[in-house]
């Protein structure tokens, strides 16, 4: 997979206090950030052969056929389509699949997007999945989701390797770190531990600030194969290496609290790259909620187990810090619309391309990018690199 | 039924289950081939894929592996309910369920030993948990 398939164009959508302007609807928003990217990258949608897609909108209706749909609506005649939804994680894990569909020669030029605005539609509440098959034994005991899932984790995750609270608040005040240098996060305010400790329990141990937004929201990538990356405006960003897992639905499936699939997931990606955690110059990690990140940065080996909850001590992953993480202030306090995984890749391929204004980081050559899905469901790592 | 506790939607995979529920027995899917527990009950066994199975029952006696305590819910039953536990128990044979445990939040830790409480409405019978020491005059 090294340096054989690239990410070359990125595009997004303006966000006020977490509405998209204007009130368009999904399939405009991918509009907007597929025209974007593809601007981004020096191509046309004429050049897009491969499809990438997936969301929670128009169901039911043309959502039940998203990858048909979406190049209606933009005017693509994929000859590739992956509408793979396995949650959060779902485009990092089409980062792989489009590599792997663009090495094998299906498709040369794969456009992934994603468009939400339930924020707009008030759409998100924490009543639970409805009853059936499997979630009738989870629903009706009153498990919020997808937050409860993650509680429990949080809750086992404390008592195993004896952290506190005030630990996951770290993850949180480090993100608002980053999330005051980015003039598109929808929470600039900096925050104390105090500050996350005293926002209202919603799940024990997970206080409001603990939790991600709920907002709008709407992204595109562009990938090629390494031949056509050469024509592109943007120096290429090698997909290095990839890797994706699975685990369960409900939680009574989920063996050990503590040990998500990203730990499989991670395995993969590095061993296909042929790099180590330590030669990692920073990191976009899923923070759904503050729990998600503490376990990754153990999954991904970048300290080791049960140690997670140290990892975020002294703005460690902060502006300035040693090794920083979320660098556009995360799901937490950017943005988060419902599917955040394609956010990670834009916000990593800025930082690469050192277009991170004030919020540039000093090393950005080498990155992974890993998104959860579900309830510490399904994982994807992505390792990335520049020349 | 405004403010009612949601029911499963009982299919045939779980049929069994809620229709021993309401006998006052938790019984759950046991594989004849390999002798895995399995819950949620299903129709093969997740680990050897045999498909022959026999239903067996349970105690209801458990221990709390893991717990939370919900301040907040948009379900409008669980709303009138806050603060209330939800956990996963540890049931006999590695079998692990997840409930309601009818307790005050304060008295909750991870080990916790609980029991089974089949609690009646809606017309069908909920596999809840309470903690043993409210059952038996022993913690
Ligand atoms: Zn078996």
Redesign the pocket.
Known sequence: MERRVAIVGVGDVELEKGYVVGGLTELEIQAVAAKRALEDAGLTHRDVDGLFVTGDWGLPGPGLMMGVAVSDYLGLYPRYVDTSNIGGAAFEAMVGHAAAAIHAGYCQVALICYGSIQKSRKSRNLAGRPPVLMQQFETPFGLPSPIGGYALAATRYLHEFGAREEDLAEVAVNIRRWAELNPQATLRTPITVEDVLNSPMICSPLHLLDCCLVTDGGGAIVLTSAERARDCRNRPIWILGYGEAYDHIVMASMHDLTHPPAYAASVQAFSRAGIRPEDLEFAEIYDSFTITVMLTVEALGLCEKGQGWEFFHNGRTAPGGEFPINTNGGGLAYAHPGMYGIFLLIEAARQMWRRGGVRQIPKASLGVTAGTGGSLSSSAVVLLGVD | MANGRRVPVVDHDSQNFWDHLRQGRLSIPR?S????YIYYPRSI??????NVLTWVELSGKGTVYSYTVCYRSSDEYWATKLPYVVALIEVENNVRMLSYIDVEPSRMYIGMPVIIRFTPAEGTVFPDFVPISDVFNVE
Do not use: V
């Open positions: 594989c081939a390999c002798g895995l066994c997740p680990r050897c894929f045999s």
